[in-house]
């Protein structure tokens, strides 16, 4: 019932591409949907966060599109670069709870 | 300001024995989260402390046990080290419950 599921599991996109990553989650408490950003050795940083009275939200190349009736919410990465590689994860919470997360997206982004 | 570190770096146990990681937590922040991330795999939580209490655990043992001291740094104690105990062990700090956390680089445990 806490689950978030995440996929792909790995991706690889085009220099100058759009990268997307889909989540999905049961918890309809859930009110706070963050995305992670890991490098490797490092731990999660935060990337972008929405919340779902919202239906999306951008900051710079990264945008979250918010879908509360499906339950899904998804990061597009837009003009991707090599930086950007790194390990992906969305996650969810309800107030005071914890974070849980979603397995996890390595992106690969090729010259 | 200083971030979230976390120490040490890396260690090596084996089988049964026990260990002690620790975490300070960013300046102004009063909450500890501690997380277990497996290789290849999203983070899982632990338990949280909040003002040197347990505030909420996930679905770990008991042999998962912490501290939170008066300085708002925290201690994650693992005895009877499993096999599977093998993760990065993520420290997040924040400001009450309800604020972004900030994660520190992790303890990378691997048991022998």
């Known amino acids: 019932q806490q689950q978030v599921k995440q996929s792909p599991q790995s991706l690889i996109v085009q220099k100058g591409g759009i990268s997307i990553i889909n989540c999905a989650y049961e918890n309809t408490a859930f009110d706070y949907f963050p995305w992670y950003q890991q490098f490797p050795g490092k731990g999660p940083a935060l990337l972008i966060a929405?919340?779902?009275?919202?239906s999306e939200k951008k900051e710079g190349r990264f945008t979250i599109s918010f879908n509360k009736s499906a339950k899904q919410f998804s990061l597009h990465i837009m003009d991707s670069q090599p930086g950007d590689s790194a390990t992906y994860f969305c996650?969810?919470?309800?107030?005071?709870?914890?974070?849980?997360f979603g397995t996890g997206t390595r992106l690969t982004i090729i010259p | 300001e200083t971030g979230v570190t976390q120490s040490p770096t890396h260690l090596i146990k084996t089988r049964g024995q026990q260990v002690t990681l620790r975490c300070s937590s960013q300046?102004?922040?009063?909450?500890v989260s501690w997380y277990q991330q497996a290789l290849g795999q999203g983070p899982q939580f632990i338990f949280q402390?909040?003002?040197?209490?347990?505030?909420g655990r996930g679905n770990f043992p008991p042999r998962f046990s912490g501290l939170q001291f008066p300085n708002y740094s925290s201690e994650l104690n693992v005895n009877a080290l499993e096999l599977d105990d093998s993760a990065l062990y993520l420290c997040a700090s924040s400001f009450g419950f309800y604020n972004e956390q900030f994660f520190g680089p992790g303890t990378r445990l691997t048991v022998l």
């Open positions: 300046s102004g922040h009063n909450t």
């Open positions: 929405i919340r779902p009275d919202v």
């Open positions: 996650a969810g919470k309800f107030g005071n709870e914890k974070l849980t």
């Open positions: 402390y909040y003002r040197e209490e347990e505030n």
